[in-house]
């Protein structure tokens, strides 16, 4: 029963959003998800794992029931972690930890949303808990999520690989044990990808991607310049027109991308080609470019881009209106979000949301130093691969596709674990205070003093 209460009570206060929402909280790329496992082949971005989950989940009634599994899916590596810095952790004080994380960071609204992005932050803590859970059961508990978790978007296997390197620096006999979800994870793409692309790739089309990251910051296109037109690359037609948004370059129907025929597939090799000649021709700049990427994606956690309706009407709406019968559309057209009215209930937690995630980045660095000084391995194994992973995040979706709000948001929220835990975990160790004695009157000083005086009846 405490088990039980302590995975779902956590599950219930993440759930705040999308229950205030009235549906659960959705993204243009969703809809691709939903047709994911419909579709006669795979979508070119994104690897074959989260749609056939989402389908497995839904069963074509409604989308409450995936969101009802990643949310306790969420509670249960919380509860795992927890467990795993503290074996005696008590239902409330998880519960306590859930309603900080619900009211002061972004976790319930990451995991409100139906995406993998749920699945960076459990990519972090599934290594955790593979690496450091007690005993073997959670351990491979551990492994599974975050076996699913890397394999489920690309940018989670830069973010596993920075746990690893972590793992690698503190505790190296489990390194070898941490790596083998990346391991998996990486031969499930290779093989999803030789099925649907005869191609024996992680990412077939990825280059796509990195050519308008590039592009976009430059070195790209001063290599395009430089070379053209004798390089024959029919981007060379763009030459002095090119985009410098890379989201304008990847998804416009007039871009490069979608201009090209037959799409990205069909660029990909060109994509690749140039993509090269950068690397080897501009290495500096393409150094410099992604530092600078990935450190202001660290400061950039905002909500915005994933709580209005933005592109609904061309992506999400059909694909809700093919699959599913009509009360659950008329769920998705009454939620707040569809009306644009779930941003004004998320703006007036920013403010907090900030002062607490910097606190958070403050605290989790002193909590490693702290559980290291006192040799403390778990807690500064927790520390150190939130940090890792935080890293690792902005790193990968900073520097390959450019700083956006939900990249970061994602997961930065994971800064406050470990300093919520570690101050848990003291609270219920520190001995109880004594009781104080009740004050009790004074002796008498002698047997005389004790006894009535004579004559005093």
């Known amino acids: 029963m405490g088990e039980g209460v302590a995975v779902l009570g956590p599950a219930l206060l993440l759930a705040w959003p999308a229950l205030l929402n009235g549906y659960p909280i959705l993204f243009t790329d969703t809809a691709a998800y939903l047709l994911q496992a419909r579709a006669p082949w795979m979508i070119?971005?994104?690897?074959?794992?989260?749609g056939p989950l989402l389908e497995a989940c839904h069963g074509f009634t409604t989308l409450w029931l995936p969101l009802a599994a990643q949310l306790l899916l969420v509670s249960l590596m919380l509860r795992l972690?927890?467990?795993?810095?503290?074996?005696?952790?008590?239902?409330?004080?998880?519960?306590?930890?859930?309603?900080?994380?619900?009211a002061g960071s972004a976790a319930p609204w990451v995991a409100s949303l139906l995406m993998p992005d749920i699945l960076a932050p459990l990519t972090v803590l599934g290594l955790f808990v593979l690496a450091f859970?007690?005993?073997p059961a959670i351990r491979r508990a551990g492994g599974v999520v975050a076996t699913i978790a890397v394999a489920a978007h690309l940018s989670h296997l830069i973010v596993a690989a920075s746990c690893i390197g972590a793992l690698l620096?503190?505790?190296?006999?489990?390194?070898?044990?941490?790596?083998?979800?990346?391991?998996?994870?990486?031969?499930?793409?290779?093989?999803?990808?030789?099925?649907?692309?005869?191609?024996?790739?992680v990412s077939p089309f990825g280059s796509v991607f990195l050519l308008a990251r590039l592009v976009a910051d430059g070195p790209a296109a001063r290599v395009l310049a430089a070379d053209c037109p004798r390089a024959g690359w029919s981007l060379c037609a763009w030459v002095g027109r090119l985009p410098t948004d890379s989201d304008v370059f990847l998804w416009s129907p007039h871009g490069p991308v979608w201009s090209t025929p037959g799409g990205p597939p069909?660029?990909?090799?060109?994509?690749?080609?140039?993509?090269w000649r950068t690397v080897l021709e501009r290495p500096a700049d393409v150094l410099a470019s992604a530092v600078a990427n990935g450190a202001a994606q660290l400061a950039v956690v905002g909500l915005g881009d994933t709580l209005g309706p933005d592109h609904f009407a061309g992506s999400v709406a059909p694909?809700?209106?093919?699959?599913?019968?009509?009360?659950?559309?008329?769920?998705?057209?009454?939620s707040?979000?569809?009306?644009?009215?779930?941003?004004?209930?998320?703006?007036?937690?920013?403010?907090?949301?900030?002062?607490?995630?910097?606190?958070?980045?403050?605290?989790?660095?002193?909590?490693l130093i702290r559980a290291l000084r006192r040799r403390e391995q778990a807690t500064a194994g927790l520390a150190a691969i939130v940090l890792a992973g935080v890293l690792g995040n902005a790193a990968a979706t900073g520097a390959l596709s450019g700083p956006h709000d939900r990249y970061q948001a994602r997961i930065a929220w994971l800064l406050l674990l470990p300093p919520l835990l570690a101050a848990a975990s003291a609270l219920r160790a520190a001995p109880a205070p004594r009781p104080t004695p009740a004050p009790s009157a004074p002796a008498p000083r002698n047997r005389a003093a004790a006894s009535p005086s004579p004559g005093r009846g």
């Open 169 to 201: 620096l503190l505790r190296p006999r489990r390194a070898a044990v941490a790596s083998v979800p990346l391991a998996v994870a990486l031969a499930l793409l290779l093989a999803s990808n030789l099925v649907a692309y005869r191609r024996l790739a």
């Open 81 to 102: 972690a927890a467990r795993t810095i503290d074996p005696a952790i008590s239902t409330k004080a998880q519960c306590g930890i859930a309603c900080a994380l619900a």
């Open 44 to 50: 070119w971005d994104k690897p074959f794992v989260y």
């Open 266 to 275: 069909a660029l990909a090799p060109e994509a690749a080609s140039i993509v």
């Open 319 to 334: 694909a809700i209106h093919d699959l599913f019968p009509a009360n659950e559309q008329a769920r998705f057209a009454a």
């Open 133 to 135: 859970g007690e005993p």
């Open 336 to 367: 707040l979000q569809h009306a644009d009215r779930l941003r004004q209930w998320a703006e007036p937690l920013r403010g907090p949301r900030a002062i607490l995630l910097l606190a958070g980045a403050l605290a989790t660095p002193l909590v």
